[in-house]
């Protein structure tokens, strides 16, 4: 049974970083595309970044160019390094495979960002 929980959100000023971990349990990290997804209020969750297990990594065009998706496989966690963040990065974010399956979403963590 996988089991994800993601930590690290908060509250952040416009322009400041935060970096969200996700820790992987009934699964290495290693054996699979994992993804970073987020839900704005009012908003469908969208897709964010993604890890392939090779290890390539893809953004959406929102978030490319600050948000640097990475892994640690001896710690079976999955980690989103958010930087010059902005008012409309503000929403719930989730770890999931890639694709996601349904019934591996989590509680998620908030992601505020605001002065």
């Known amino acids: 049974q996988v089991q994800l929980v993601e930590s690290g959100g908060g509250l952040v000023q416009p322009g400041g970083s935060l970096r969200l971990s996700c820790v992987v349990s009934?699964?290495?990290?290693?054996?699979?595309?994992m993804g970073w997804y987020r839900q704005a209020p009012g908003k469908e969750r969208e897709w964010v970044a993604l890890i392939s297990s090779s290890g390539s990594t893809y953004y959406a065009d929102s978030v490319k160019g600050r948000f640097t998706i990475d892994r640690d496989n001896t710690k079976n966690t999955v980690y989103l390094q958010m930087n010059s963040l902005k008012p409309e990065d503000t929403a719930v974010y989730y770890c999931n495979l890639w694709p996601a399956t349904s019934r591996y979403w989590g509680q998620g963590t908030q992601v505020t960002v605001s002065s």
């Open positions: 009934g699964s290495g990290v290693s054996r699979n595309a």
